[in-house]
């Protein structure tokens, strides 16, 4: 269930996992083949839309921070996912950001970078602060 207070709520559609599509609704045109993290693969994976949400979001937030400062100076987010076995079993994630302000040194540059870490709605939800749910839609009872 939608947060009924959310300013904003993006829903996507995944069809057949890393077999298959990742749908918009209500844009047909937005459909995006899905693909495992393997060379030459024809799709994308969940590394690569995880760091293209955290880049694109801490990038935004980091012009956030910038502007707020009255600093008019480019940036830029690279960020990494790495895919390790976890010992408990299954897969885990190690994403990574490297950050660029162009123009400021790293003293300067460092506390911009943590304030905007700190801000950001994916790096948050990838530091544990947030709860994802999972639920059951249309499950019938077993009989």
């Known amino acids: 269930m939608a947060d009924e207070s959310a ?15 990742v749908r918009l609704p209500g844009e047909p045109e937005a459909v995006l083949p899905t693909a495992g993290p393997v060379e030459g ?14 880049s694109t979001c801490l990038g935004q937030t980091l012009r956030a921070v910038l502007a707020e ?3 008019d100076h480019p940036s830029h987010v ?6 390790h076995r976890d010992p408990a079993g299954g897969f885990r994630f190690a994403p990574r950001a490297l950050v660029t302000i162009d123009g400021l040194p790293a003293a300067q540059a460092r506390p911009l970078m943590e304030a905007a870490h700190r801000r950001c709605p994916v790096s948050k939800l990838l530091t544990g602060q947030g709860a994802p749910t999972v639920e059951l839609m249309g499950a019938e009872p077993r009989t």
């Open 7 to 21: 300013l904003y709520t993006a829903r996507v559609d995944n069809v057949g996992g890393t077999s298959g599509q």
């Open 41 to 54: 693969a024809d799709g994308y994976n969940p590394e690569q839309f995880l760091a293209m949400a955290w």
């Open 69 to 71: 400062q009255g600093l």
């Open 78 to 83: 690279s960020v990494e996912v790495g895919l």
